[in-house]
């Protein structure tokens, strides 16, 4: 437990200072804190926290003192582990030891002890004992230390008392900073635990085959360190996407810092992602730390990369290849860990053959290439997302909904421009106008649904030669399939269950070439 102690934020908190003010003030005796092995905790290694007399500061400036010092604070720390009250000792050179133990939630953790002090009651027995103690390990300096005993404070009962008193309200004031500590640590693991479960792979919504393809490959690449491309349409959820690689990875204890880059200007994204110092820039009061510096050690999430400008761009680049960056208006430069996750609705090789992205970050960000599937090519998650959205507005509202199968029909044949998120806003749109319903009816659906079902689908004919309706039927079929393919014939003919050779004969049949449309 004593290595989570924050032992060198006791010495910040002003009640302690403050005490630490009073005891040294009053009887020039010093505070020190040892944790369960014994050993000095919150000063710098090798040094008592300053002795307050000219005696105690000889002798812990004394390698052998020091050492004898540190042998009395470990043997005073095993001596007090099973004690709940203060105890007086002696150190080796004769001066009076005062120990308070500490204990959160009943666990040993170390203790507070106070030194450089003797007892009213054996006063003059320590005085020479200390005076003989100093000849012999300070021969040269003697007759001027020795002149120092006379001004060693002296406690009586009653200061000793009091001083105990004091000592345990440090001891309390440490107590309820560690609660404090282990409250909020508590705090995040069960956060990140949450958040972890909430962005897990198996919670994300999809079982068709892109998205399982896709799955595989998270699984695959959320621990490594490796920048990632996300490449989606708007809505499909590709930040979704980045919180689960960062709350799934070695860095989930760190920040998921997320940041718009298409939502501000050029000046404004170099403050924004690098910081800036006071006086940089118009309206600098005071200096800012950038996003990079707010995410180190965690995740910066760059949202529409492909909407930087080319002279951004070169800064992206340096900070990727060697974790650097320079805030505006300032010469030092910092550098941080961080991983970087970019997304974006562009087609940024395109963009670096236009020349109005950079080839080398391109490829740079690219290490790991995803890409989200549209929702119109993942029809068949459209069923599980709407059960998901009328469950999550059940949990919100307290009403219970369906929809019924005409209504079920009509959200599936959608195309989604939207993908995903404008399925959402439908479901919940839907969900309030049926009122007080419990099934949902299609006549609620937005009415650019209704009108695209019905020019999809124009009535088709019940009467005439049943070849020529089903030749109708499957050149509509087709049709669609390969507009929602983007003309990939060996994806659709998978879908339609037909050979690739007989999808090609059927496209020809029926006029559909893509040189066509």
């Not at 508590?186 to 949450?194: C, D, I, M």
């Not at 030749?471 to 929602?484: A, F």
């Amino acid at each position: 437990m004593s290595d989570k102690v924050r032992w060198s934020e006791f010495d910040k908190l002003h009640v302690i200072r403050r005490l630490r003010e009073l005891v040294g003030k009053w009887w020039k005796i010093q505070i020190n804190f040892t944790d369960t092995k014994g050993l000095l905790r919150g000063v710098p290694e090798g040094k008592f926290f300053n002795p307050l007399n000219p005696i105690c500061q000889a002798v812990t400036s004394d390698a052998k003192g020091f050492e004898a010092c540190r042998g009395t604070a470990r043997q005073m720390t095993v001596d007090i582990t099973r004690s709940k009250d203060a105890r007086l000792g002696r150190c080796h050179s004769g001066f009076s030891t005062i120990t308070v133990p500490i204990r959160v939630e009943g666990k040993y953790v170390g203790c507070v002890f106070g030194d450089g002090f003797i007892v009213a009651d054996t006063a003059d027995e320590q005085r020479s004992r200390i005076k003989s103690y100093l000849e012999r390990q300070f021969s040269g300096r003697e007759a001027e230390l020795v002149a120092q005993v006379g001004s060693i404070p002296v406690l009586s009962e009653k200061d000793i008392s009091y001083l105990t008193e004091l000592i345990e309200m440090v001891v309390e004031e440490i107590i309820v900073s560690q609660k404090r500590v282990s409250d909020e640590q508590e705090k995040v693991g069960e956060l990140s635990k949450e958040l972890g479960t909430r962005y897990g792979f198996d919670r994300m919504i999809g079982k068709s085959a892109p998205m399982q393809d896709l799955y595989r490959l998270l699984d695959r690449v959320c621990d490594s360190d490796a920048t990632v491309l996300v490449n989606g349409e708007n809505g499909t959820g590709k930040e979704l996407i980045a919180k689960a690689l960062h709350y799934n990875s070695r860095r989930k204890d760190k920040k998921f810092v997320v940041v718009n880059c298409g939502a501000f200007n050029e000046n404004l994204l170099e403050s924004e992602l690098f910081g800036h110092m006071k006086g940089a820039f118009t309206g600098a009061i005071k200096d800012k730390k950038g996003l990079f510096e707010e995410a180190d050690g965690g995740t910066l999430f760059l949202d529409e990369i492909g909407e930087t400008s080319m002279s951004m761009q070169v800064k992206m680049l340096r900070v990727l290849q060697e974790g650097t960056f320079t805030p505006v208006g300032s010469t030092q430069i910092k550098r941080v860990s961080v991983r970087i996750l970019a997304a974006t609705n562009r087609d940024l090789q395109r963009m670096v053959k236009e020349g109005t992205f950079r080839e080398d970050l391109y490829y740079r960000l690219k290490v790991i290439n995803l890409t989200v599937p549209p929702l119109r090519e993942r029809k068949e998650d459209i069923p599980i997302l709407v059960e998901h959205f009328l469950a999550k507005f059940a949990k919100e509202s307290g009403q219970k909904k369906t929809v019924d199968t005409a209504t079920l029909e009509r959200l599936v044949n959608h195309d989604w421009p939207g993908n995903v998120r404008e399925l959402e806003n439908e479901v919940e749109r839907i969900c309030v106008l049926s009122g007080g319903d419990g099934m949902v009816q299609p006549d609620v659906l937005s009415q650019h649904i209704i009108e695209n079902a019905k020019n999809k689908f124009p009535g088709y004919r019940v009467s005439g030669r049943l070849k020529d309706a089903l030749e109708e039927l499957e050149k509509q079929m087709i049709r669609e399939g390969l507009e929602r393919t983007r003309w990939n014939k060996s994806k659709l003919a998978k879908e339609l269950g037909i050979s690739r050779a007989g999808l090609i004969m059927k496209v020809e049949k029926y006029g559909l070439d893509k040189r066509n449309f």
